[in-house]
């Protein structure tokens, strides 16, 4: 496969866009981070940023909770992949604040180790984009970001030619956990929400109904599979701090984010927090 591709012309007037996949690719070595983790060194929300981005203390809302029900909850995580959480993603330079504010990166290999460790089913609810995704008639704001930089790209459905250490692949250090054998990997969301994937046929399959969420990015698709997985009736704990959001001039998305969690969620948990209630939970 090319180092380089330009994306077929839509149709639509839009200048065609050239990826420079090489760029993309993770530096050697990069693996072994969850040795780093285990070993409990791992990175966790900086302190300015619990301050920052802290609870109220007076809450108008009712505090509400969830209980971890062996056989019925399940860790779900959305794009655990390069491009978000690597700082060689394209999405770095909006991202990387956010995510090494809150510790983003540990804080998910955190919530799988104590997910494998306590036998608690684990699914990933992917982001991947085709060459016929990007000849779509029309797009959103940040749908058309995401195209024009080749976040998530992949050759074809059929194909995972280019995958390993692109954009699309998973962080290194999750690699362990998502390619055992036993986590469920969906089929790929293709905007923000589960809507369009298989995610809610895989969990209902299993018999789970309690889902503890986190993953990127917290206002798109982390804050949409909330969204949608609350009307499909499970209960949703969302892990504040092993997720994040860009910061851009139309604002902060992790704050954005953090404030709808507060009001639908059923818990808002802190990754310490999550992963001692996963084990006392096993």
Not at 46 to 75: C, H, K
């Amino acid at each position: 496969m090319s180092d380089t591709h330009d994306h077929q012309d839509c149709g639509c007037g839009a200048t065609p866009e050239r990826v420079d996949m090489a760029r993309r690719r993770l530096l050697a070595g990069a693996a072994g981070a969850a040795a780093t983790v285990a070993g409990g060194s791992a990175l966790a929300a900086t302190d300015e940023a619990r301050a920052a981005y802290a609870d109220p203390e007076n809450p108008g809302l009712p505090q509400i909770d969830m209980t971890i029900d062996p056989g019925r909850t399940a860790l779900v995580v959305t794009d655990p992949q390069v491009d978000f959480l690597s700082e060689e993603g394209v999405t770095w330079g909006v991202v990387g604040e956010s995510v090494t504010e809150q510790g983003t990166v540990d804080n998910i290999e955190k919530l799988f180790v104590a997910a494998k460790a306590a036998g608690m089913p684990v699914f990933i609810s992917p982001h991947y984009y085709y060459p016929h995704d990007h000849r779509w008639d029309f797009e959103g704001t940040l749908e058309k970001t995401m195209h024009s930089i080749g976040m998530f790209d992949r050759p074809g459905p059929l194909s995972l030619d280019g995958f390993d250490g692109s954009g699309a692949d998973w962080m290194p250090q999750y690699k362990r956990y998502i390619e055992d054998g036993e986590t469920i990997v969906c089929s790929p969301h293709k905007v923000y929400s589960p809507a369009q994937n298989d995610l809610n046929l895989q969990l209902r399959k299993r018999g789970i109904d309690k889902v503890i969420l986190a993953g990127m990015s917290a206002n798109l698709c982390t804050q949409a599979h909330l969204y949608d997985l609350l009307e499909l009736g499970y209960e949703v704990a969302v892990v504040r701090d092993a997720t994040a959001g860009a910061k851009v001039p139309e604002g902060d998305g992790y704050l954005a984010a953090l404030i709808n969690f507060r009001m639908v969620a059923n818990a808002v948990w802190w990754t310490d927090e999550a992963t001692l209630r996963i084990a006392r939970g096993a």
